[in-house]
């Protein structure tokens, strides 16, 4: 049994780890893609932006590059909940099977919603502004949501992946383990009803 402990605790490492690169892979994912949706409202909205012109662009900026700013921060603060990971030596005792199951290139949901959740500030910033409009974006009790799939792809998805990989073996180890106790607690039981 110690063996199957052991071997726990490597694959926990391991995957701790691979959270670890994920978490600085997204960081710079999501900066890009900041970036990227920014520009693009700007250059989706020519008329908008010359009516502002540099003085009324000047506070968007400002905001904006404070967002761009808090961006790091803001991943290791949502991106660190153990939730979204689903590992840990606490899935040995429980009834909770842990789960971070990937079909193809979705990411697990609460991953997805985590990483969706660091884009609403800019969903927030481009409706104030009317840089872009609510087919995009929606306000659900206060907070905007993007409404479509995470744009997870490249290095992210990658490692995701392979996390996802190193979780299904995991999972596998866990199953194991919690199907021995439940062998030894039967025949501790059987142990009993012969020794009466």
């Not at 009324?56 to 905001?63: A, Q, R, S, V």
């Not at 590059?65 to 939730?83: G, P």
Request: charged share 30%.
């Amino acid at each position: 049994m110690s063996d199957v402990n052991s071997d726990i605790k490597l694959l926990i490492d391991k995957l701790e780890l691979q959270r670890g690169e994920i978490i600085e892979s997204l960081k710079v994912s999501i900066k890009a893609q900041t970036e990227s949706w920014m520009r693009g409202a700007i250059s989706r909205n020519p008329e908008k932006v010359s009516s502002l012109g540099v003085e009324g662009l000047k506070p968007i900026k400002e905001k904006f590059n404070d967002l761009l700013a808090s961006l790091d921060s803001e991943c290791e603060t949502i991106l660190q909940d153990d939730s979204i990971w689903c590992y840990g030596d606490e899935f040995l005792d429980g009834d909770d099977s842990p789960s971070f199951f990937m079909s193809g290139n979705r990411v697990p949901d609460p991953l997805s919603n985590a990483v969706k959740k660091l884009f609403h500030p800019l969903g927030s910033l481009l409706l104030e502004y009317d840089l872009d409009d609510t087919d995009t974006w929606s306000r659900e009790g206060g907070i905007v949501k993007y409404r479509y799939a995470t744009p997870i792809d490249g290095e992210p998805l990658a490692l995701i992946k392979g996390f996802s990989k190193t979780h299904g073996v995991y999972e596998k180890k866990v199953r194991e383990i919690k199907e021995a106790n439940k062998a030894l607690v039967k025949k501790g039981a059987l142990n009993l009803w012969d020794e009466a």
